[in-house]
């Protein structure tokens, strides 16, 4: 298969691949409908490459099954990532939520810190971590953005909370 032959597939398909693509992918993601197509025609050239057209349906209905598979698969690759940026705020959250005495009204979030200069109190490596934290990095972006590992980063977190409460409650 040379070039202008796949290029006339996709002239006479791209109907069926965008129709099969926009109905089957989540109205949240259409921004993400180009890849799909794109992914689809991809996943179909090297697919007639390799002569894995059987030829047992139509050409365009293939194309459209490889589109609706296409659509799904991101679908859940989005769901996915919304997930794990839900389950990062929430853990950024519980974090800053740890710096909170009890009271109502009383939370003391990072930006408190430093403008109570208590976390500039902390040896830099704690303060670092912490930082970045408040900043909202995950672990493997601090990890990498400090050159440490995920453990050492979980590890100078939970330290350096420690510390940051022995300097509030020496300070009350």
Do not use: C, H
């Amino acid at each position: 298969m040379n070039a202008e032959e796949f290029a006339e597939i996709i002239k006479e398909t791209k109907g069926v691949v965008l129709s099969a693509a926009e109905k089957n992918l989540a109205p949240a993601y259409a921004d993400s409908l180009d890849d799909v197509v794109q992914e689809t025609y991809i996943r179909a050239y090297k697919s007639l490459l390799k002569n894995q057209f059987r030829g047992e349906s139509a050409l365009s209905t293939w194309l459209y099954a490889i589109a609706r598979n296409e659509s799904l698969r991101m679908n859940r690759k989005r769901m996915r990532e919304e997930d794990k940026v839900r389950r990062e705020q929430t853990r950024i959250q519980e974090s800053r939520s740890e710096f909170s005495s009890g009271y109502p009204g009383d939370e003391i979030r990072t930006e408190t810190l430093f403008l109570n200069g208590l976390l500039e109190k902390l040896p830099e490596k704690y303060s670092a971590v912490l930082t970045l934290y408040g900043g909202g990095y995950s672990e493997k972006e601090i990890a990498v953005k400090l050159n440490i590992s995920r453990g050492t980063v979980k590890s100078r977190a939970a330290r350096g909370r420690e510390l940051l409460l022995k300097l509030r409650n020496q300070e009350r």
